[in-house]
């Protein structure tokens, strides 16, 4: 079993594709299938249905994956090992980001560190805190920041408490709650909602803060996109609960303390198993220590 026959299979995994996956690795089509094909044979399993229209993963090819992704992960990462004991960072760094991160200005950390660092292979990727914790779990991203509901447990990561953040009512300056000093859940609770999607962890602060004053709320509108959820606030199409330190960088909106908002917690997220050398770094510029 070779290493770039793994590498095959997570591409083919990632891309449904054995074209896309063969472009991905810059290899011709035909030596990325062969090289599956005697990895298979070598297994004695088939790791991927494969029909006309679209290529998935066998039972046997998703219990191989995870491993042979924890098995790549150990061969860049004692590449990068070897390289730092010799004062040299580089080696890939995935990054995973949530859109309302406002504990670290991740723009300027990531300016600086590649001044610092120009042979680290950076990329980066938003998505969701429940989804973030499971990839760097898997070893599918070295660090994430998240933002959770207070008193949300993480399990399966190593992780540091980077702030602590009450909510406040978003909404546009023509609205008639507009001129208020301090709101209510009871207040709002008859408002149409605009707010991230139904089940993840940035839904659920407000969510479990209507549920645990015993009031139900209307969301009209669901979006994961940052630009979008700030236009529709500013249309006036309804009102949004955000942490506050993030809410302050949204122009042109109000933004109004209320009684018994829910607190949001921001996290940096790493694997048990500790940063390679290029994670560890970006820990440290952001005052960090594993």
Same mark, same amino acid.
């Given at each position: 079993?070779?290493?770039?026959?793994?590498?095959?299979?997570?591409?083919?995994?990632?891309?449904?594709?054995?074209?896309?996956? #063969?472009?991905?690795?810059?290899?011709?089509?035909?030596?990325?299938?062969?090289?599956?094909?005697?990895?298979?044979?070598?297994?004695?399993?088939?790791?991927?249905?494969?029909?006309?229209?679209?290529?998935?993963?066998? $039972?046997?090819?998703?219990?191989?994956? $995870?491993?042979?992704?924890?098995?790549?992960?150990?061969?860049?990462?004692?590449?990068?090992?070897?390289?730092? #004991?010799?004062?040299?960072?580089?080696?890939?760094?995935?990054?995973?980001?949530?859109?309302?991160?406002?504990?670290?200005?991740?723009?300027?950390?990531?300016?600086?560190?590649?001044?610092?660092?120009?042979?680290?292979?950076?990329?980066?990727?938003?998505?969701?805190?429940?989804?973030?914790?499971?990839?760097?779990?898997?070893?599918?991203?070295?660090?994430?920041?998240?933002?959770?509901?207070?008193?949300?447990?993480?399990?399966?990561?190593?992780?540091?408490?980077?702030?602590?953040?009450?909510?406040?009512?978003?909404?546009?300056?023509?609205?008639?709650?507009?001129?208020?000093?301090?709101?209510?859940?009871?207040?709002?609770?008859?408002?149409?909602?605009?707010?991230? $999607?139904?089940?993840?962890?940035?839904?659920?602060?407000?969510?479990?803060?209507?549920?645990?004053?015993?009031?139900?709320?209307?969301?009209?509108?669901?979006?994961?996109?940052?630009?979008?959820?700030?236009?529709?606030?500013?249309?006036?199409?309804?009102?949004?609960?955000?942490?506050?330190?993030?809410?302050?960088?949204?122009?042109?909106?109000?933004?109004? $303390?209320?009684?018994?908002?829910?607190?949001?917690?921001?996290?940096?997220?790493?694997?048990?198993?500790?940063?390679?050398?290029?994670?560890?770094?970006?820990?440290?510029?952001?005052?960090?220590?594993?």
């Amino acid at each position: 079993m070779e290493l770039r026959q793994m590498r095959y299979v997570v591409a083919v995994a990632e891309h449904g594709s054995f074209t896309r996956a #063969a472009e991905s690795c810059f290899v011709v089509q035909s030596a990325l299938s062969h090289q599956i094909a005697r990895l298979e044979k070598e297994l004695g399993v088939q790791l991927f249905h494969r029909t006309s229209r679209q290529v998935r993963l066998s $039972p046997a090819g998703t219990a191989f994956l $995870p491993v042979a992704r924890q098995c790549l992960d150990a061969a860049d990462r004692a590449a990068a090992e070897a390289a730092a #004991a010799e004062g040299e960072i580089r080696g890939p760094l995935t990054l995973g980001v949530i859109p309302t991160v406002a504990a670290v200005d991740v723009p300027e950390v990531l300016r600086l560190f590649r001044t610092r660092h120009p042979q680290v292979q950076i990329r980066l990727t938003g998505g969701t805190s429940g989804s973030f914790v499971r990839q760097v779990a898997d070893g599918a991203l070295d660090l994430a920041f998240l933002g959770l509901p207070e008193g949300f447990e993480l399990t399966g990561v190593a992780h540091r408490l980077l702030a602590e953040d009450q909510h406040r009512a978003v909404l546009a300056a023509g609205h008639p709650l507009a001129a208020r000093r301090r709101l209510t859940l009871e207040q709002l609770a008859d408002e149409t909602f605009i707010d991230f $999607p139904a089940g993840s962890t940035g839904r659920q602060q407000a969510d479990q803060a209507f549920a645990t004053a015993g009031l139900i709320r209307h969301v009209a509108y669901e979006t994961s996109d940052i630009l979008l959820l700030s236009r529709l606030l500013r249309a006036g199409l309804g009102v949004a609960l955000l942490a506050a330190s993030f809410a302050d960088q949204l122009p042109e909106l109000v933004k109004i $303390p209320v009684a018994n908002a829910p607190t949001r917690t921001e996290h940096v997220i790493w694997s048990t198993f500790g940063p390679a050398p290029a994670a560890a770094e970006f820990l440290a510029q952001i005052g960090v220590a594993p």
